[in-house]
């Protein structure tokens, strides 16, 4: 997706490509769907599967209260947790997110 801009005016310019089915049919183009556990839509806009790993690295973050409250365990440790967990799950399939100037 290329981000155009012109006197003001933003314009997403998204390739357009044909699906077609086994029989050569040119298949139907569905709404949102998860793939691979990613959201993919039909406007290739990110900030919905942004916001949802985010969502889900929320979650994950208050399954591991009661480990972030133990004294008894390093901050050291913690941090190590923190990337292995919270880290991986926010940024699972980051590399394919789209980027904007």
Do not use: H
């Not at 929320?58 to 440790?77: P, Y």
């Amino acid at each position: 997706m290329v981000d155009v801009r012109k006197k003001g005016v933003v314009k997403d310019c998204v390739e357009k490509v044909t699906v077609k089915t086994c029989g050569g049919r040119a298949a139907k183009v569905c709404g949102k769907f998860v793939y691979l556990g990613t959201l993919m839509s039909p406007t290739a806009r990110e900030t919905e599967e942004v916001t949802r790993r985010c969502q889900k690295a929320s979650g994950v973050f208050g399954t591991l209260r009661k480990v972030w409250q133990r004294r008894s365990i390093n901050d050291r440790v913690k941090g190590r947790l923190f990337e292995a967990f919270v880290s991986s799950v926010l940024l699972y399939n980051a590399e394919v997110w789209p980027l904007r100037k």
